[in-house]
């Protein structure tokens, strides 16, 4: 069964900084794109990160400069590094698993673990 599982989020003040996890299971990790999506009280999950089996990345401009994607194969885990957070970057965030089609291009599965809100203060 896949299973995906985030965590690391919590309260914290604009500014500040978070580190998310998800770990994997049940998916050929290495050869899986990962992305990191969120959802806002009322929007659509968007696809704010994404990283390649190769490590390419691709941000949503909202996040570029500030927020960082990474991968650790040997772990099965894919990472999301938040820095100078911003009060409108407060939702749940979920990570996803999907295909890298090249040139920024994904194929994104629909398995979701249960999220990690973020919050952030004004």
């Known amino acids: 069964q896949v299973r995906l599982v985030e965590s690391g989020g919590g309260l914290v003040q604009a500014g500040g900084s978070l580190r998310l996890s998800c770990a994997a299971s049940?998916?050929?990790?290495?050869?899986?794109?990962m992305g990191w999506y969120r959802q806002a009280p009322g929007n659509q999950r968007e696809l704010v990160a994404a990283i390649s089996p190769g490590g390419s990345t691709t941000y949503v401009d909202s996040v570029k400069g500030r927020f960082t994607i990474s991968r650790d194969n040997a772990k099965n885990t894919v990472y999301l590094q938040m820095n100078r957070l911003k009060p409108e970057d407060t939702a749940v965030y979920y990570c996803?698993?999907?295909?890298?089609?090249?040139?920024?291009?994904?194929?994104?599965?629909?398995?979701w673990g249960q999220g990690t809100q973020v919050t952030v203060t004004s």
């Open positions: 996803n698993a999907g295909t890298y089609r090249g040139s920024g291009y994904y194929n994104w599965d629909a398995y």
């Open positions: 049940g998916i050929t990790f290495r050869l899986k794109a």
